[in-house]
């Protein structure tokens, strides 16, 4: 009897897990608690990384179950989100919108109280924006990927604005450069950040709508750039965005965000960011796509990375 139970316990935990997309939301909030560290006039303090990166995960894993929940027929309908527990009937429609709008409010709560309102009000909305907008609009026509590059983007903001306390780039506030030097900052950080994530999703969402073009065409989902499918059309734009993300890449160097070194990486990463759209626009195939969507995974990781390393 207590082995069914822990094992009945550990299955609903599972189920939990799956629902928020842990791993998704995972990369979603290491973005947003790398740009916290990033802001000048934040040093490293465990207890305030530990509550934005809860914070971060309760927004973002209640984004993500309300749109589990709401595409549970759709999600039903295809073969890697069939075993999804609201789509597959483990878990209620009721119990997964409890779970959604209790974490979510716990999210924005601790980001008001122990970070700063303005934080608070973007998380709300980046939430909304996804849960309330792309998600209905991924049925209706592909310029959902733009929208949804919004909220998959302010986590950028929401961790600097955590730090700063400011939204308008115009504003100013004072940092510590690495060498000790207090120095006036444009709030400019926080846009900038929000610039490379936001670019960055372009070729990482059509390479993913690419490798899984069957199963979304299953479900009705209209997330390629072209309606006749991944067509070379499709490949360029991939392509474009690509390039767009290099000369953006160059902008943290060029104000005072990071140093030389994040530079260099940065602008190897984002070539070969174009490289990889360019061998996809060659070749057109799934196994290019499946290139360039893992290529944008390693991407985000390493960027965000450089930048905290190296930061001014």
Request: charged share 10%; net charge positive.
């Amino acid at each position: 009897m207590p082995h069914s139970v822990s094992y009945t316990l550990a299955s609903k935990v599972k189920d939990y897990f799956i629902l928020i997309k842990f791993t998704l939301s995972f990369m979603v909030v290491f973005s947003c608690v790398v740009c916290y560290l990033l802001a000048p006039n934040i040093q490293f303090n465990l207890a305030s990384v530990i509550l934005l990166f809860f914070a971060g995960m309760c927004v973002t894993g209640s984004a993500n179950a309300i749109n589990q929940t709401v595409e549970r027929k759709t999600d039903a309908l295809m073969k890697r989100t069939a075993d999804r527990p609201v789509a597959a009937g483990r878990m209620t429609v009721n119990e997964a919108w409890t779970f959604a709008i209790i974490i979510g409010a716990v999210g924005i709560a601790v980001m008001w109280y122990w970070f700063n309102f303005a934080s608070a009000i973007i998380s709300l909305f980046s939430l909304f924006l996804y849960a309330f907008i792309y998600t209905p609009l991924k049925r209706v026509n592909s310029i959902s990927v733009l929208v949804g590059a919004f909220p998959g983007a302010l986590p950028c903001l929401i961790g600097w604005v955590a730090g700063t306390g400011l939204i308008s780039p115009f504003a100013t506030f004072q940092g510590t450069l690495a060498t000790g030097e207090t120095h006036t900052f444009f709030n400019y950080g926080g846009y900038i950040l929000f610039a490379i994530q936001f670019l960055w999703q372009f070729p990482h969402f059509w390479a993913i709508a690419w490798v899984a073009h069957k199963d979304y065409q299953k479900a009705g989902f209209k997330l390629l750039p072209s309606e006749e499918g991944p067509t070379k059309f499709t490949a360029m734009q991939t392509v474009i965005y690509s390039m767009l993300m290099v000369p953006v890449g160059m902008l943290p160097y060029y104000f005072d965000i990071s140093g030389i070194l994040a530079f260099w990486i940065l602008l190897l990463c984002n070539f070969w960011m174009v490289y990889v759209s360019i061998n996809l626009v060659i070749k057109m195939n799934v196994a290019a796509a499946r290139k360039v969507m893992f290529s944008s995974y390693f991407y985000l990781m390493i960027v965000f990375l450089a930048l905290l390393l190296d930061k001014v």
